[in-house]
């Protein structure tokens, strides 16, 4: 199987992009090095818009947890900048060279990075929210269950700021690889993932190793009621990310006094044409839960 990147792709270069109708114009700063690992840069996009709102959403860029430049969608984002808000592509160790428990500390230093970079990007260090699809849409909610606070003596300021969210609203996500579409279905790199194991490394080989490497790095293992309120939106005609997977990881959240909101799209597989359209919810949700702002009717 191919990593899903979704269509309508677009690597916008320049600085202050014209707006269509409806649209906003924003700035896009590329290549900001967020960290580094074995020798080679982290890297984020930042994407400011013309009338920034103050507040900042990280999204991994990430598919079948495979990131590249050419992924990044800016417009998909746009109903998030034409709210005003500042949005930060990220870029991870990439599938196949690093398997995904290599990959979720990335992410925690891209939030930690954002935060202590807050004041330099306009936006409130204590509210952050993060979106993303598929694997993105995951490792978001990997931050969600487990972002917290740094390590007060490290050496590096970033790695002393939290990695903690505020709010999530994102696609299609698997959260449970031990209970993959039906109870006891494994996903470990096998069964309907098996198209994808180099992401969970030699880890999947043996079903101990599988049920061991599933609990650490499926989010709904670690729901607590500090959880942060979730937005999810998923296909119910999605056979690679079951609809089951957004399902019973918020009715997890629920039980823990979550708040949480599942949007269904009736007939749609792992992913839709007209996907900007649902982060205008989205963007509604991160009014609510980061800005304060009452629901839109």
């Known amino acids: 199987m191919k990593p899903f990147v979704l269509g309508l792709c677009l690597v916008l270069t320049g600085c202050l992009l014209p707006a269509q109708p409806g649209e906003a114009a924003f700035t896009r700063t590329e290549d900001v090095i967020y960290g580094r690992k074995f020798g080679m840069a982290l890297t984020l996009d930042v994407f400011q818009p013309a009338e920034p709102n103050g507040f900042g959403i990280a999204m991994p860029v990430s598919g079948a947890w495979f990131s590249s430049r050419e992924a990044i969608n800016p417009e998909l984002i746009l109903p998030l900048l034409d709210r005003g808000y500042t949005v930060f592509a990220v870029l ?3 599938n196949p060279k690093f398997v995904i428990p290599q990959i979720v500390p ?3 230093r891209a939030v930690r990075f954002i935060r202590h970079n807050a004041a330099k990007y306009g936006v409130n260090a204590s509210k952050l929210g993060m979106t993303g699809v598929s694997s993105g849409c995951h490792l978001a909610l990997m931050m969600a269950v487990k ?13 002393r700021e939290s990695s903690s969210v505020q709010a999530v609203a994102c696609f299609f996500p698997p959260t449970d690889f031990l209970n993959y579409g039906r109870l006891g279905e494994d996903g470990v790199g096998v069964g309907r993932l098996v198209d994808l194991k180099s992401a969970f490394g030699a880890r999947s080989d043996t079903p101990q190793d599988r049920q061991e490497l599933g609990r650490e790095i499926s989010p709904i293992y670690f729901v607590s ?5 979730i937005l999810l939106a998923h296909g119910d005609a999605d ?3 079951p609809l089951s997977q957004s399902e019973q990881f918020l009715e997890r959240c629920k039980q823990s006094g979550v708040e949480t909101r599942l949007l269904v799209r009736e007939g749609k597989a792992h992913g839709w044409p007209d996907m900007a359209k649902d982060e205008n919810f989205f963007a509604d ?4 839960h980061l800005r304060g702002m009452a629901a839109r009717p």
Not at 285 to 288: E, G, P, V
């Open 92 to 94: 991870h160790g990439s």
């Open 147 to 159: 972002g917290g606070p740094g390590d007060a003596g490290a050496p590096d300021p970033v790695d």
């Open 239 to 241: 056979e690679l990310v």
């Open 106 to 108: 990335d992410i925690h």
């Open 225 to 229: 009621a500090k959880t942060p309120p």
């Open 285 to 288: 949700w991160f009014d609510r």
